[in-house]
T-cell receptor
Framework: GAVVSQHPSRVICKSGTSVKIECRSLDFQATTMFWYRQFPKKSLMLMAT?????????EQGVEKDKFLINHASLTLSTLTVTSAHPEDSSFYICSASYGSYNEQFFGPGTRLTVL | TQLLEQSPQFLSIQEGENLTVYCNSS?????LQWYRQEPGEGPVLLVTVVTGGEVKKLKRLTFQFGDARKDSSLHITAAQPGDTGLYLCAGAGVSDSWGKFQFGAGTQVVVTP
């Protein structure tokens, strides 16, 4: 149980284009979903927290117009990187939480490369 | 802001040796999680501890939550190459909304045959 999928696993795009990443909880309904960014050999950096039907809460320094989050249902959240630039290249990971202690279950991540 | 300090940052040991990773904070956490992450993959939840003084065992891994719920440790006995990975601790603050976690910086563990 508690499986989270992410799609795509890898994406390469040209500078200026937009990229959408999907995060799905496959066998549970998530109360909250989170989006993280991870740099090589570093820990996770929380970008935003989203709840179904509500606007996402962004962490300080994260541009909401750059990283659009839509949480359409209890099992699906999407992150759209708009007008991507090379500095947006990174490993993006989502997580979904549920349960008594709000444990977070992570997706496998999406490697974004912007040329 | 509740900060989680994780140590050491890097640990390289031989197969069969023991190791301990520490996670410390000046703040109290309602629960604390340990994850292991392999390159190119998402973190995998190993354990959740919620009670002060709690000890949980997962095969060769022993997790302890401090009495005051401010610190935790992960001990691996007779490490194997398959234990190699980035170990992350994450704490849920008592006042955090939406179950937001504070993550430690991570400990890169390398176990060589």
């Amino acid at each position: 149980g508690a499986v989270v999928s992410q799609h795509p696993s890898r994406v390469i795009c040209k500078s200026g284009t937009s990229v959408k990443i999907e995060c799905r909880s496959l066998d549970f309904q998530a109360t909250t979903m989170f989006w993280y960014r991870q740099f090589p050999k570093k820990s996770l950096m929380l970008m935003a927290t989203s709840n179904e039907g509500s606007k996402a809460t962004y962490e300080q320094g994260v541009e909401k117009d750059k990283f659009l989050i839509n949480h359409a249902s209890l099992t699906l959240s999407t992150l759209t990187v708009t007008s991507a630039h090379p500095e947006d290249s990174s490993f993006y990971i989502c997580s979904a939480s549920y349960g008594s202690y709000n444990e977070q279950f992570f997706g496998p991540g999406t490697r974004l490369t912007v040329l | 802001t509740q900060l989680l300090e994780q140590s050491p940052q890097f640990l390289s040991i031989q197969e069969g040796e023991n190791l301990t990773v520490y996670c410390n904070s000046s703040s109290v956490f309602s629960s604390l999680q340990w994850y292991r992450q392999e390159p190119g993959e998402g973190p995998v939840l190993l354990v959740t501890v919620v009670t002060g003084g709690e000890v949980k065992k997962l095969k060769r891994l022993t997790f302890q939550f401090g009495d005051a719920r401010k610190d935790s440790s992960l001990h691996i006995t007779a490490a194997q190459p398959g234990d190699t990975g980035l170990y992350l601790c994450a704490g849920a603050g008592v006042s955090d909304s939406w179950g937001k976690f504070q993550f430690g910086a991570g400990t890169q563990v390398v176990v060589t045959p």
